[in-house]
């Protein structure tokens, strides 16, 4: 309340955060082209995550694992034909890199993206920090090699372990100067120490599994603001963040389609030493408070739990459906479930962001071509848990 009266009495450094990140729309285009629906109004989002690209470069599985996974990208690709791809975290394996040519590795992880010359962005998971890389290494690099495509931003965060906090706007046509859709990234931050990378302590900075509660949670608040005051409304909103919020681990018993090898509790964000902090919910509120109660934001989508593939949706989520990606690459463990590798893909319409409450369509489409685990995720998707 007070923030939104701040912002509406003067927009510029009414928030003491606003030092850290412009206190206009963050993600208004720039150098990059101006994302749109397509002639039949449609937009879709194939989204990549755990490839774990860096395994065991010394020994012959580790390069055939990753031309293995960048197969696995083409073929999904060339069968989902999507606008945009998200890589949702743990691009590299962090740990098994050497600092030298650690984001060399991020070359391989987007060139089939690249060859099809399609728009895409990155958010980072815990094996993208490590004593050889970190999240500001590989977020400085996109931006240094893929101007032309990479949506990537370092809008808000702590440098340099989670700073990939950002969004991006799809417009309608290109002549729209409100989006019909936004698409936010968070950087669920952590660290994994190990060789080749180096051994040594996790620095204190890198120690927490969530988003930071310090000045994430006030970035979207202020970015909601904003978009409300400037355009009049919150267009429906697409979230990814590679380790899954809490909540899931209260989804996750639901019957819903899609991988359950890998049930998520404790691997999901604010846990510490296997002991929950609660330290995600700010970032959570911010999240329902974006929402509103409208049903705005389609889906808050996570990697990190390989086995896990399904989407569900309950009052114990606020109403926010959870999905999670599965498992995108050759590279980290393997479940029973996710031998086939795969990705989630959301099938946006214009049509089904306009209705009263929106809804997105959504589904898994695996390496060996086969589609699976559609559902449309809405008012009407799955029970009520209290
Ligand atoms: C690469 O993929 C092939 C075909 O799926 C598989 O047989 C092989 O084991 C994979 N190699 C590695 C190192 O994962
Ligand atoms: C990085 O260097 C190692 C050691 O020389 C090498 O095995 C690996 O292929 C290199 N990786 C990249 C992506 O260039
Ligand atoms: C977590 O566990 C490690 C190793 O047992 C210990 O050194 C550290 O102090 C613990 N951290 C917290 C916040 O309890
Ligand atoms: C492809 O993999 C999926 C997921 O494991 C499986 O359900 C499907 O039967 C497979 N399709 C073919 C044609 O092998």
Request: aromatic share 10%; charged share 15%; hydrophobic share 40%.
């Amino acid at each position: 309340m007070i923030l939104s009266a701040l912002l509406l009495a003067s927009s510029a450094a009414a928030v003491p955060l606003a030092r850290s990140f412009s206190s206009t729309l963050a993600g208004l285009p720039g150098g990059t082209k101006k994302l749109t629906f397509d002639a039949h109004g449609d937009f879709k989002v194939v989204s990549f995550s755990d490839m774990h690209f860096g395994e065991g470069e010394e020994v012959t599985w580790g390069p055939e694992q990753d031309r293995n996974t960048s197969i696995v990208h083409a073929n999904i690709l060339d069968n989902e034909k999507p606008d945009y791809v998200v890589f949702n975290g743990d691009l590299v394996t962090g740990e098994n890199v050497f600092a030298f040519n650690a984001t060399k590795y991020l070359d391989q992880v987007f060139a089939p993206t690249v060859v099809r010359a399609i728009p895409f962005s990155s958010t980072h998971g815990n094996h993208d920090n490590s004593l050889a890389i970190t999240h500001q290494e590989e977020i400085e690099y996109e931006q240094a090699h893929y101007s032309s495509l990479s949506h990537t931003r370092s809008d808000v965060g702590p440098k340099p372990y989670g700073s990939g906090n950002y969004w991006v706007p799809v417009y309608a046509t290109t002549t729209d100067c409100v989006p019909a859709l936004i698409m936010w990234f968070f950087d669920s931050r952590s660290f994994v120490s190990g060789h080749p990378g180096g051994t040594g302590p996790t620095p204190p900075d890198a120690n927490f599994y969530w988003v930071d509660e310090k000045t994430v949670p006030q970035y979207i608040t202020q970015q909601r603001e904003l978009m409300d005051r400037v355009w009049k409304t919150v267009p429906p909103a697409l979230v990814f963040v590679h380790i899954p919020v809490q909540k899931a681990d209260i989804l996750a018993p639901l019957p819903s389609v899609g991988n359950h090898d890998d049930e998520p509790d404790p691997a999901t964000q604010g846990f510490l030493n296997d002991t929950y902090t609660g330290l995600d919910l700010p970032f959570w509120d911010a999240l329902v408070a974006l929402d509103g109660g409208r049903g705005t934001v389609l889906a808050v989508t996570s990697g990190h739990d390989h086995g896990e593939s399904w989407c569900a949706r309950a009052r114990a989520s606020a109403g926010l459906p959870i999905c999670f990606n599965g498992h995108s690459g050759y590279g980290g463990y393997v479940t029973t479930h996710s031998m086939v590798r795969n990705a989630r893909v959301f099938g946006l319409a214009l049509h089904d962001l306009a209705g009263r409450v929106p809804v997105v369509r959504t589904w898994n489409s695996y390496e060996n071509s086969t589609v699976n685990d559609e559902v449309v995720l809405g008012p009407e998707y799955m029970v009520p848990l209290a």
